[in-house]
């Protein structure tokens, strides 16, 4: 079990549930997953790049990610269909808790003027959003 999460389990659980006074812990939120998205322009055409990046997600991951590939041709972007144009990954389980308390801990204290995470990053459906436009202030 990794370590943040088992603080959330036997701490930040019971801390909402009685700072809340839920009636059922059933409805204390909690984490799914963790959905990340890179997309690079013209970054594609590139193979050294494209596997130096690609190798980079992984190390900060732990977990191999996956090409997208383009649907259609787009002649305006120059991107033909089945190019790859970006890179997804979900992480699940122990590696979504490691790579959340890395994120929170260690990396976002880094940016340059970091302020906090804004609440209204927040959907309709409880998910929340933000941005990072540089990768290398991951550990």
Known sequence: MSYFMKIY????????YYHYSFKNIMQIPYILKINLNSCCGN???DKKKINAFFIDINNICNQKPIFVKCKKSI???KIKKNDNIAIKLTLRKKN???????????SLPLIKGFEGLSR??????????????????FP
Request: proline content about 0%; glycine content about 4%; aromatic content about 32%.
């Open 120 to 137: 209204n990053s927040f959907d309709d459906f409880g998910n929340y959003n933000f941005g990072v436009k540089d990768y290398s202030i």
């Open 9 to 16: 389990k036997e701490k930040i659980f019971w801390d909402l």
């Open 75 to 77: 002649s305006e972007f």
């Open 43 to 45: 970054f594609f055409f």
């Open 96 to 106: 979504m808790y490691n790579f959340l308390y890395k994120t929170l801990n260690l």
